[in-house]
């Protein structure tokens, strides 16, 4: 039997993971690189990573990567991107991180229809920082800041940032994916590669969101992790592709 060696992605550098067992943001990592090989974008793309679990992407990127303050990459993303209009821009971050204190940069850039791509991992939870609540937390679920669940009273509800920002005019193309199945990995795959094409065609603002497993945080397995996207998340974030203006005009 022929033995298959998979190939460490020229996009990555060779150093090993240390991203906590069973987290998704390795996976989501080499699916980026994979994309970016695909493509042969990796001597003109630019990545942006700001504070939280997100903050060590330039340690496995093996391309110029820019570190920017909390909440802040679609603004950087903008100001790259209008300076160099010939270089791939791509934010990748936390749900804390776009969807808190980042929620009026992402909102406007999307606005704008800034020709950049987002990729937002969202755990429902703050990762880095102790698994505090995230503005993506789910009713009644336990957080280390809501121990007896979030209740709509106190905390309000999840907020669906792939929803409200698929009603924006200035966005190409929002989908929601996930990494607990081999198929939704390739779904998600197809979905950041659909994202880079895009702004290599100019046709604007592109996100992708990527349900993510936080075992440490949400106290599971890396196996029950899965499980708990699947029977928990899911339901809540529904997958699929929530707008694509250019297919829709096809």
Known sequence: MMKKIFKRPESLKQAPFRFCPGCGHSIIHRLIAECIDNLGLRE??????????AVFAYDYFNFDMLEVAHGRPPAAATGLKRSMPDRIIF????????????????????????NISVFFVNNATYGMTG??????????????????????????????VSE??????????????????????M???KAI??????????KGFSLVEILSPCPVDWKLSPKDSVKWIQEEMIPVYPLGTLK????EMD
């Open 187 to 189: 779904d998600a795959k």
């Open 91 to 114: 934010s990748y971050q936390g749900d804390g991180d776009l969807a808190a204190i980042g929620t009026a940069e992402i909102v406007h850039a999307a606005n704008r229809g800034e």
């Open 44 to 53: 003109k793309v630019i990545g942006i990573a700001p504070v939280g679990c």
């Open 244 to 247: 694509d203006k250019f297919k």
């Open 193 to 202: 590669e659909r994202s880079f094409i895009y702004q290599i065609e100019d």
């Open 131 to 160: 698994g505090q609540m995230a503005p993506t937390t789910m009713l009644n679920q336990k957080t280390t800041t809501t121990p007896f669940g979030r209740k709509i009273k106190t905390e309000g509800y999840p907020l669906h």
């Open 164 to 185: 409200l920002l698929s009603t924006i005019d200035g966005v190409s193309y929002i989908a929601r994916t996930s990494v607990d199945t081999y198929k939704n990995l």
